[in-house]
């Protein structure tokens, strides 16, 4: 075909055809452009149009262009993850690898992962440092020690009972101060604050699961009191007493609660929560007892009343211990010899305590009074007798 130019410019037959075959999962688009091979163009090249195979997407909306994910951008964490129904059906395969790779890179980076890959020798140093912690611990535990101390740097002395036991220990077995404190890790002897905490949960556990077969299925008393510690904190105590396989009365402390309030209602949700985290139902109770303290034995919204209406076999006894002390301080105050007794006691003891030069010279008194009624023979000697004393203030309760 010639324009009025003269020049030669061919039309193209194309024949374009966008077919596309939809599927229920997959979308498949076709382009055919088919030029005709005798048109030629101004350059005298054949020029061919080439066409990219259009992408539909999930919806059947035509008009809306896929967007490629980034799987960089991937969340880690599974919860947060979108699912995989979320996305296109063409990203699915590439999104799946990605999410596996990541979870295979996280799995060897973990403690276990680590572990396993360890030698065999180092398998068991660390088992050594670790069971020289925990030794370290159960006997502190046994002890009743403390087992921090004010300052655990390395240029202070006296570190607390945990630290200065395991250095000891490491001094002497060889086995273990070859592999513990210095001559291992920074981050792994087994010696900070946490591991001491865990070893402490761990035990109690160990202690707790012992008590409990013990119990077995049986049913129980508890007795319940109040106290503080050194840091002035309300705490209350949970004992459970049972008779053991062997007949005898078994009392056990089986746990210390913090107690922010004191009231019935309070007290009951705090011995509750208590027999729910040993898995022990309150319906297996049969008594309760505590001091006369009104809050507890109160006949109307005592903590008594409380327990006896969810389970009315639960008998409450006032502690006889505290029967007695508080008998014994009522009728001495009523008691005129006693009192003057009770008087003299303590204006020795304000008289004497407040001088370390008269201590000295009450025990040097004391100690010519008991050899003097010894050559008199009005003291029987043997093992454990006229042993010096301290003398101890006196003190009511409640």
């Not at 007949?247 to 705090?270: D, H, N, P």
């Amino acid at each position: 075909m010639v324009n009025g130019d003269g020049v030669g410019r061919c039309t193209p037959t194309e024949l374009h055809f966008d077919n596309v075959f939809r599927t229920h999962n997959t979308s498949i688009a076709i382009n055919i452009s088919i030029t005709s091979e005798n048109s030629p163009s101004p350059l005298g090249e054949t020029q061919h149009t080439q066409h990219q195979a259009s992408q539909v997407p999930l919806n059947h909306n035509s008009s809306t262009q896929r967007s490629r994910v980034d799987v960089s951008t991937l969340l880690s964490n599974p919860a947060d993850r979108n699912p995989i129904s979320y996305y296109d059906v063409n990203d699915r395969d590439e999104i799946r690898r990605a999410y596996i790779q990541r979870d295979l890179i996280i799995h060897n980076q973990s403690i276990q992962a680590a572990l396993h890959k360890q030698s065999e020798q180092v398998k068991i140093d660390y088992k050594n440092r670790l069971n020289a912690s925990i030794d370290i611990g159960r006997l502190l535990l046994i002890s009743g020690l403390p087992f921090r101390g004010h300052d655990e740097s390395e240029a202070f002395l006296k570190k607390g009972n945990f630290l200065t036991f395991l250095e000891f220990f490491s001094r002497k077995n060889k086995s273990v101060g070859s592999v513990a404190l210095k001559n291992a890790l920074s981050n792994n002897q087994m010696t900070s604050p946490s591991i001491q905490k865990d070893i402490i949960n761990a035990c109690y556990k160990e202690t707790i699961n012992d008590i409990l077969k013990e119990l077995g299925d049986d049913y129980f008393p508890i007795l319940v009191d109040e106290s503080r510690d050194v840091s002035c904190k309300k705490q209350m105590g949970l004992l459970l007493t049972y008779v053991d396989k062997k007949g005898f009365i078994m009392e056990r402390l089986v746990g210390l609660a913090q107690v922010t309030s004191t009231t019935a209602e309070s007290l009951k949700g705090t011995i509750y929560f208590m027999l729910d985290q040993l898995s022990l139902s309150p319906s297996r109770t049969r008594g309760h007892g505590y001091d006369g303290a009104s809050n507890k034995r109160g006949h109307v919204h005592g903590l008594r009343t409380l327990i006896q209406e969810d389970c009315s076999s639960a008998h409450y006894v006032h502690c006889f211990a505290h029967q007695f002390l508080l008998t014994l301080v009522k009728v001495a105050h009523k008691h005129v010899d006693f009192e003057h007794l009770i008087d003299l006691i303590q204006l020795t003891l304000n008289t004497i305590g407040v001088s370390y030069k008269h201590r000295d010279e009450f025990r040097q008194k004391q100690a010519e009074m008991v050899e003097k009624t010894l050559r008199k023979g009005e003291l029987i000697t043997g093992k454990g007798l006229n042993q010096e004393v301290g003398l101890q203030r006196h003190a009511n309760t409640r």
